[in-house]
């Protein structure tokens, strides 16, 4: 071996552990900035997960509740990492009758939520009910409530300004479009995902319908545009990536339809966000499901 190469390993070696060294000393300062925020905060924001780490079951017994957003989509053993804080209170804040945790289980018991089992063992004095919704029209949210909140979810959108479309007869505010007759196409990839040709045209028909009958429906552009005018203002939803890929190509193939800012998405990936009209294809429409 020649010296310059050996000198050029003695190198590289030298510096890989000067870098480790580095490291090794910025983890040790971050740790130490965390543990002085933690020691003087009031209020901890973090994951279930993030919960359980041991500097923070240090601090467990200096707060006093512990809140869990979004308790619905939580499986049991997540939410019992906060409760070890052993607080005087907890209050779990969700929806069960909304999309549940991803559990790859046929098992449906690992797939419910504290909340939901919590709610179905305790009296009705220990669960609140926030009873009035200010997104949906009112005939939407009349069917949701009836669907899923024995009629006592109320709708109030004046409150908050919001401009109630007024659709044309062949496009009121809640509609089911009956195409059973459509045929259904299964995926090749270990997904088994499904698309369905027939929906997906007649979403694209029925957007465009829309937008030359409103042309005011297309997403706003530019760098005047709120964050709210430029969200798009007709979505599709579907619960297969199949679909929602084929949709999208026929968006993209579609002039109209895609400056107009139409997107498609899963139900899973649009969760938590909102739009004025949604178009949701159930693909597998046929009476065996």
């Known amino acids: 071996m020649k010296m310059k190469n050996f000198q050029a390993i003695l190198k590289s070696r030298s510096d890989a552990t000067l870098s480790k060294t580095t490291t090794g000393a910025q983890a040790v300062l971050r740790r130490s900035l965390e543990l002085s925020h933690i020691n003087q905060a009031e209020i901890v924001f973090c994951t279930l997960g993030t919960a359980g780490r041991p500097d923070l079951l240090v601090h467990a017994k200096s707060w006093d509740s512990v809140i869990i957003d979004e308790a619905g989509q939580c499986i049991e053993t997540e939410c019992l990492i906060p409760l070890t804080f052993q607080t005087s209170c907890a209050m779990l804040f969700g929806d069960p009758n909304q999309l549940p945790a991803t559990v790859l289980s046929r098992t449906d018991r690992l797939k419910r939520s504290m909340m939901e089992r919590m709610m179905r063992l305790r009296d009705s004095k220990s669960q609140s009910l926030l009873s009035i919704q200010y ?138 966000k909102e739009s004025d009209i949604i178009g949701f294809s159930a693909v597998r429409s046929s009476s065996q499901g």
């Open 135 to 272: 997104r949906m029209h009112p005939v939407l949210g009349q069917v949701v409530s009836d669907m899923f909140y024995q009629g006592k979810l109320l709708s109030n959108t004046h409150d908050r300004g919001l401009e109630m479309w007024q659709p044309d007869s062949w496009a009121r505010p809640f509609m089911i479009a009956d195409i059973s007759d459509s045929s259904m196409v299964s995926g090749k990839n270990l997904t088994k995902s499904f698309s369905n040709d027939v929906e997906a045209e007649c979403l694209i028909s029925w957007a465009a319908r829309l937008l030359r009958a409103h042309p005011c429906l297309k997403a706003s552009s530019g760098s005047n545009a709120s964050i709210f005018e430029s969200q798009p203002r007709i979505v599709f939803l579907s619960p297969y990536s199949r679909q929602v890929q084929l949709l999208q190509r026929l968006i993209r193939q579609s002039e109209d339809l895609s400056q107009a800012g139409i997107m498609a998405h899963t139900v899973d990936s649009y969760q938590g």
